[in-house]
């Protein structure tokens, strides 16, 4: 794969004694103007060593030189900086052959031996997923991919919200409402009606609160009629989690909720009270982090009983010592931000130094355009399989429209409409906060998923009518064409951003990028033409750009198919 700054980088020190390679890799540049060349190289940190002015290093070099026989056609002294330019036609023909001659383009064996765990998706169950989960569950899909992409060993946790007081809110309001009829046949919707009718009954009977503790308690010293329930409740909504997880094609390797952590929680507490980290406030057990700003790490209540943070902890030990992580990855909303900054400081301060290789990825929390907040207990929420369904049903729609004899509309309209869900998740950085409105989310023009995968099969169907597409390319006459090769060049790179960020929307803003230049392309240069050698070259772009699209558009979770 060629690497520009590589090749700056030995051309100036293969001809520079005083200069090795990995110096000069280091100081250069991508000039954010073509104006400006390719790859720069700003030569002020080198006036020291060298004991000069930098126009004249520039100079120097410059003259010590020969670019012939390589990709760049020509360099260019600016004050201090020597500027070097590509040879469009060397240059794009390297990528394209590069891209259409490596099976996994802008893959790596940079993680190679290195497990990254991810914690996403991690919905409390007994109700059905909502659109504030879509974010975490899309994210650490993708990075799943992303980072495997790369090398990396990744392992999927799915850290489900199954135990706590809400099961026993979930207990007492089914002994008293429900059946186990009612429950057999509107499953976990009749779970959630249940918990709604719960909290507006508590209104008038705040004896209930007590009852559902007390059912908790029970649940958690091993009541037989109590677990039984939970685990009738809970294998109701993993099955009805994972029906929806299979629509969006996100897959876990483990569903280690909180309830696995019972019985791992009270070692942790153990060691916490041998390093002296325990203290007693109010009849609580808490770990004092006022000295770090933070108000106190809770882990037993005064009641004795344990907590989120509790189980929390004992999952990272839990991981460490079964996955060996190199890196553990939390994705939720920014909300949680206080919860991860002490629980990872409570573990740097049971003396662990791995703590600094725990990683919080927040982002923005999701509130819906009409101003309400979200919530189930008050009934207020936008379920994903809804928005799923409108999105393929509008996609449906326009696919009878515009295409209405294609085969199997079905199924292309599932993989579109899916597909435009995840790309309007991921198509803004992580952080922001995003307002939910069914016009947006139902608006597939200008930069979307659907547009990407239209664009693939749009590769795909000139492949598909040319009789042979022999990779050549030999004749490449319009800036259109470098242009292209220009973005392709650029995979690799985001891929590693993507990772290094934990941010897949750099791969969503690429795929955009593509596949306007891709368009703007295939609108400017015809492809069948007589000449066989620019049809041959054009061809190959086309190749290159399919094989491409297909890798990001995996790489985010999206499926790309041939015909749309
Ligand atoms: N169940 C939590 C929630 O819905 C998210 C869990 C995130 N993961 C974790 N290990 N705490 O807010």
Known sequence: ????????????????????????????????DEKLGDVSLPCFKLSKTMRKAPPAIAAELSAAIDVTDSVFERVEVVGGYLNFFISHAEFAKSV????????????????????????YSSPNIAKPLHIGHLPSTVLGNSLYRIYSYLGYNSVGVNHLGDWGTQFGTMIVAYKKWGSKEEVEKGGVKELVRLYVKFHKEEENDPSLRDQARATFAALENGDKEAYELWSWFRDLSIQE???????????????????????????????????NLLVESEGAQIVDLSE??????????????????????????????????????????????????????????????????????PFGMISLATGESMSTRSGVTIWLEDVINQATAKTLEIIKEKN???????????????????????????????????????????????????????????????????????????????RVARVLYDFPAKIVAAMENNEPSVITRYVIDLSREFNRFYHDCQINTDDEEVKQTRLAITLAVKQVLSKGLWLIGLEAPERV
């Open 292 to 361: 770090y700003n933070m108000p106190p790490c809770i882990v037993l209540k005064s009641d004795g009983g344990t907590i989120y943070a509790t189980r929390d902890l004992a999952a990272i030990l839990y991981r460490k010592k079964t996955f060996d992580f190199d890196k553990c990855i939390y994705l939720t909303a920014t909300q949680q931000n206080l919860h991860f900054k002490q629980i990872f400081k409570v573990t740097e301060l049971m003396g662990y130094e791995w703590a600094k290789n725990l990683i919080h990825a």
């Open 241 to 275: 989690c994972k029906r929806i997880y299979d629509i969006l094609g996100v897959e876990f390797d483990h569903y280690t909720g909180e309830s696995f952590y019972e019985d791992k929680m009270m070692p942790v507490v153990e060691e916490l009270r041998q390093k």
């Open 404 to 482: 209405p004899d294609m085969e199997n509309k079905e199924a292309i309209a599932k993989q579109m409409g899916v597909g435009a869900v995840i790309f309007s998740s991921l198509s803004t950085s992580r952080i922001k906060d995003v307002s939910f409105s069914w016009e947006d989310a139902l608006n597939f023009d200008g930069e979307t998923g659907p547009y990407v995968q239209y664009t693939h099969a749009r590769a795909c169907s000139v492949l598909r009518k040319a009789e042979n597409v022999t990779g050549n390319i030999t004749k490449l006459t319009e800036d259109a064409e470098y």
């Open 1 to 32: 794969m060629i690497d520009l700054k590589n090749e700056v980088a030995s051309l100036i020190s293969s001809s520079v004694e005083a200069l090795d390679l990995d110096t000069v890799y280091g100081l250069l540049e991508y000039p954010p």
């Open 96 to 119: 394209i052959s590069d891209v259409i001659s490596s099976e996994n383009y802008g893959s790596s064996t940079m993680g190679n031996g290195k497990t990254v765990v991810f914690d």
